[in-house]
């Protein structure tokens, strides 16, 4: 999990990252099964108002990985009371400025979206977009969040000072071709060494 990386970041004030490359990160969390559309299908929307019913529970956020990236846009509230690990290193439950610290370190974001990806929903969450507030269904990307306007993890600065990069893959979960990797990937793992 990219994030649980990107929490390391955050969290330990003795990891030295100079760039950090997230591939298919769950940055604002999920709020959907893997290769379940629920947007256009009646089975898989019940599945996810199903696993709503134990994301939150202690036992789930203890136990499975996966609950602790559940973010429901419908239930703030109890995302950001409940949620152990993806409401924390994104500053909802309360605003820690060692993370913003953290992350400002690093001398890129790179934060690598799967465009045919069915893992990952929504999939806009690789580049740290989600659904907007109060809907499971309109989607609005990272510019137009409340997380991005009152910059509660730093990501607004670090756009301005060009440390966030965007990249895209047009194909599924985590598949990469040698070639997208040799141009894309490659001089940002050279980047900063002696």
């Known amino acids: 999990f990219s994030s649980l990386r990107r929490g390391l970041i955050e969290k330990c004030p003795h990891a030295k990252v100079f760039n950090f490359i997230s591939l298919a990160g769950q940055h604002q969390g999920i709020y959907g099964i893997p290769k379940c559309p629920s947007e256009t299908n009646f089975s898989c929307e019940l599945l996810r108002k199903f696993l709503n019913l134990f994301a939150y529970t202690e036992w789930a956020q203890s136990h499975i990985a996966q609950a602790t990236y559940w973010h429901d846009p419908i239930r703030v509230k109890q995302y950001r009371e409940r949620s152990t690990f993806i409401a924390e290193i ?21 934060m690598v979206k799967f465009l045919r990806d069915e893992m990952v ?13 109060a809907s499971n269904r309109i989607i609005q990307n990272l510019t137009v969040s409340e997380m ?7 990501l607004k600065q670090m756009m301005e ?4 990069l965007f990249l895209a893959v047009d194909d599924v979960h985590l598949k990469i071709s040698r070639e997208w990797f040799s141009r894309e990937i490659m001089p940002l793992l050279k980047e900063g060494k002696k």
């Not at 994104?90 to 790179?110: A, T, W």
């Not at 929504?122 to 907007?132: I, K």
């Open 148 to 154: 991005y306007s009152s910059d509660k993890l730093g």
């Open 161 to 164: 000072d060009g440390k966030l």
């Open 90 to 110: 994104n500053n909802e439950k309360s605003i820690n400025k060692d993370y913003v610290y953290r992350l400002h370190r690093l001398n890129r974001f790179v």
């Open 121 to 133: 929903q929504p999939l806009e969450s690789q580049w740290f977009g989600f659904y907007a507030p």
